[in-house]
T-cell receptor
Framework: DAKTTQPTSMDCAEGRAANLPCNHS???????VYWYRQIHSQGPQYIIHGLKNNETNEMASLIITEDRKSSTLILPHATLRDTAVYYCIACPRNSGNTPLVFGKGTRLSVIA | DTGVSQDPRHKITKRGQNVTFRCDPI?????LYWYRQTLGQGPEFLTYFQNEAQLEKSRLLSDRFSAERPKGSFSTLEIQRTEQGDSAMYLC????????????FGPGTRLTVT
């Protein structure tokens, strides 16, 4: 699986957009980009995934660059409840035995 | 609540004791995963089941660790002769085979070995 790199931490003012970057320069053609987040003392929560097109759901938007070497997760109006560690993972979808490989993620602090 | 549940939520044990954790996945999910998470790190894969078959085990899963999913529903993770290095959060996740990367995690069991 392609390795991803993320900033260790970020701050965001409440109500503003939070833009979380992820580099995955070695991503291969069959690998998707998945985002999870983990709120303190809870298990990780799936947010969104994409292959090459931008994606949006009720939680967030995912912007993937045309060369697919990086992506940005956007929380359009961050709230205090969005304070969490955000993980970016690149892996083939439904590749059978390959498990999810989490890095250290980005610790997002939403500030009032 | 039809999410993934884990029991107990917290466990404190003395070094050398055996502990067992239980995970109840979402009922229609045939895949079940165990992860371990230490402070400041992301979750690390331990093992996974498809129905009752254990299909993959990480090298992190030493011979003191054993996991079962006898009827393809709930799963147990047992640690024998616990060591202080086993102190961690143990997370369970479930999913369907079709969407195996969209995993639903339980709240975890926090183990403290004294």
């Amino acid at each position: 699986d392609a390795k991803t790199t993320q900033p260790t931490s970020m701050d965001c003012a409440e109500g503003r957009a939070a833009n979380l970057p992820c580099n995955h320069s070695t991503i291969s053609g069959n690998e998707y980009v998945y985002w999870y987040r983990q709120i303190h003392s809870q298990g990780p929560q799936y947010i969104i995934h994409g292959l090459k097109n931008n994606e949006t759901n009720e939680m967030a938007s995912l912007i993937i660059t045309e060369d697919r070497k990086s992506s940005t997760l956007i929380l359009p109006h961050a709230t205090l409840r969005d304070t969490a560690v955000y993980y970016c993972i690149a892996c083939p979808r439904n590749s059978g035995n390959t498990p999810l490989v989490f890095g250290k993620g980005t610790r997002l602090s939403v500030i009032a | 609540d039809t999410g993934v549940s884990q029991d107990p939520r917290h466990k404190i044990t003395k070094r050398g004791q055996n502990v067992t954790f239980r995970c109840d996945p979402i009922s229609e999910h045939n895949r079940l995963y165990w992860y371990r998470q230490t402070l400041g790190q992301g979750p690390e894969f331990l093992t996974y089941f498809q129905n009752e078959a254990q299909l993959e085990k990480s090298r992190l899963l030493s011979d003191r660790f054993s996991a079962e999913r006898p009827k393809g529903s709930f799963s147990t993770l047992e640690i024998q002769r616990t060591e202080q290095g086993d102190s961690a959060m143990y997370l369970c996740a479930s999913t369907t085979q079709r969407d195996s990367w969209e995993q639903y995690f339980g709240p975890g069991t926090r183990l403290t070995v004294t």
